[in-house]
């Protein structure tokens, strides 16, 4: 049981943990010392509803957004202190070991699918065009898309638009993958190629943090799902009890308008 232990003991055995991270924008506070704390390989999942600062939190973890205040620790090393910027160093060791795939894909439309996942391979980790091509064949196999690596996006669904980014997102290596809603621009049966790809990178051990609105997904594959609303994160848990039997009202709240639809 995570409460039954100190925080800073789980913070030195996590792979990843933000601690009393907040984000104002202005003078609107949209996370207000949220608190989680990732194991290697464990999935957790957020939901809550538009506008609670789900994507906001995410985005810490990359430093994506740079939080007001509040800590991250990935690896046993303190990459960011609200307090003061972070090294250009300490910002690129942390956008490798943090992968993250977006609603949007952001492929680069004039490559094709391959092409698109050996870029930042070249780039950012100096691997060999050949090194990097043979590592993006085998990340289409492992996303079922070989037959696409000459295709150009525009030629692509969303679905295997979204399955080319998991795989240039994990072209890097990650030790952790960030989801931010990665099925909500895709018709329902294409979303469902996408949560495959999801769940067998799950299994496979992957470290990862997942907001969604896909329920079942959530409650099948995460560890815990943490709840947020209003910037706060008001429960996280098991999937069964946090969907089934909520201890807050607002989670109660929530769920009966998600389940009720
Ligand atoms: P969620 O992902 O849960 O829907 P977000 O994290 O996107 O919520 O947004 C939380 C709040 O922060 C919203 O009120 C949103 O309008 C606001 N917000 C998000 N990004 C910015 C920004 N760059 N500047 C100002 N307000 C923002
Ligand atoms: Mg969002």
Redesign the pocket.
């Known amino acids: 049981m995570a409460g039954a232990k100190s925080s800073a003991d789980e913070t030195t055995r996590a792979l990843a943990a933000a601690e009393r991270i907040s984000v104002s924008?202005g003078d609107?506070e949209?996370v207000k010392q949220v608190d989680l704390s990732v194991r290697k390989g464990e999935v957790v999942a957020i939901i809550?509803p538009?506008?609670?600062?789900?994507?906001?939190f995410l985005r810490c973890f990359n430093y994506l957004q740079p939080p007001t205040s509040g800590t991250l620790t990935i690896d046993g090393d303190v990459i960011v202190d609200a307090g003061r910027k972070p090294k250009y160093a300490d910002l690129l060791k942390l956008r490798r070991k943090v992968g993250m795939c977006f609603q949007s894909f952001n492929l680069f439309p004039h490559l094709t699918a391959v092409e698109n996942i050996d870029l930042a391979q070249i780039s950012a980790l100096g691997r060999s065009k050949h090194e990097a091509r043979a590592r993006s064949m085998d990340l289409l196999k492992r996303v079922g898309l070989e037959t696409k690596a000459d295709t150009k996006p525009a030629r692509c669904s969303g679905g295997q638009q979204q399955r080319i980014a998991i795989a240039r997102a994990l072209a890097l290596d990650p030790q952790m993958m960030l989801f931010d809603e990665p099925t909500s621009a895709l018709d329902p049966e294409l979303g469902h190629e996408v949560l495959a790809v999801m769940r067998e990178l799950a299994d496979s051990g992957m470290t990862m943090i997942i907001?969604t609105h896909e329920m079942r997904f959530a409650e099948n594959v995460a560890d815990r799902i943490m709840f947020?609303a209003d910037g706060k994160a008001v429960e996280i848990g098991e999937p069964r009890q946090v969907l089934r039997s909520p201890v807050h009202e607002r989670t109660q709240k929530f769920l009966s308008m998600v389940f009720d639809r």
Request: aromatic share 8%.
């Open positions: 924008f609107l949209v809550g538009s506008g609670s600062g789900k994507s906001t907001v947020m």
